[in-house]
């Protein structure tokens, strides 16, 4: 069954750096999601993307965040400079269509140290 | 805004045992989707069940199926003849039908099953 696949599973990163989270999302899939869970914590939306344009955001997302599909198969998550309360997983999902069911990845761990 | 709430941090069951993981909800809304998520160790979201809310009929997957009381705002998840690959966090959602896939988490319950 095909799968939303993450790179890297796990980041560290120095607070102030910029980190760029990957995502290969199923392939004809045609929309596209980041999530995040801070540890002991609940899921939170972050994102969604669909026709090379965000269709929503959280209050979460700020200046600091940004997402790019910069091709046909990558979905990105960039964080320009890195706080120590950006650690958490970070999941990237997709859905054939906008009602269809998400699939999620692993997820990936970013820790800000 | 829309909120989910589960009550239970934590539950254990017996093998071959059935456990019921509790959710509930608010929204103003009329129409929207509830699911269950299980996050095993490998920490992937996995889709369990999904309702949608104007279907009266509880959804059933196997070995897996809904309470759903839309008038009390409850979403429990009833998981029969418990096995041992069932041990995982569980996560109830929600979302509105429209526009994008916002789906709103509880804080999860992390799901022991005792050999």
């Known amino acids: 069954e095909p799968e939303v696949t993450q790179t890297p599973s796990h980041q560290v990163t120095q607070m102030g750096q910029e980190v760029i989270l990957r995502c290969v999302p199923i392939?004809?899939?045609?929309?596209f999601y980041w999530y995040r869970q801070i540890l002991g914590q609940k899921v939170e939306f972050l994102v969604s993307?669909?026709?090379?344009?965000?269709?929503?955001k959280s209050e979460i997302f700020d200046d600091q965040f940004s997402v790019e599909r910069p091709d046909g198969s990558n979905f990105t998550l960039k964080i320009r400079s890195t706080k120590l309360e950006d650690s958490a997983m970070y999941f990237c999902?997709?859905?054939?269509?906008?009602?269809?069911?998400?699939?999620f990845g692993n997820g990936t761990r970013l820790t800000v140290t | 805004a829309q909120t989910v709430t589960q009550s239970q941090p934590e539950m254990s069951v017996q093998e071959a045992e059935t456990v019921t993981l509790s959710c509930t909800y608010d929204?103003?809304?009329?129409?929207?989707?509830l699911f269950w998520y299980k996050q095993p160790p490998s920490r992937q979201m996995i889709l369990v069940i999904r309702?949608?809310?104007?279907?009266?009929q509880n959804a059933t997957e196997n070995r897996f199926s809904v309470n759903f009381q839309k008038a009390a705002k409850s979403f429990s998840l009833k998981i029969s003849d418990s096995q041992l690959g069932d041990a995982a966090m569980y996560f109830c959602?929600?979302?509105?039908?429209?526009?994008?896939?916002?789906?709103?988490f509880g804080q999860g319950t992390r799901l022991t099953i005792n050999p």
């Open positions: 929204t103003s809304e009329s129409d929207y989707y």
């Open positions: 392939s004809n899939h045609l929309y």
């Open positions: 309702q949608e809310a104007y279907k009266q």
């Open positions: 999902a997709s859905s054939l269509e906008g009602n269809s069911p998400l699939h």
């Open positions: 993307f669909y026709n090379n344009e965000i269709s929503e």
């Open positions: 959602a929600y979302r509105i039908i429209q526009g994008a896939q916002k789906l709103v």
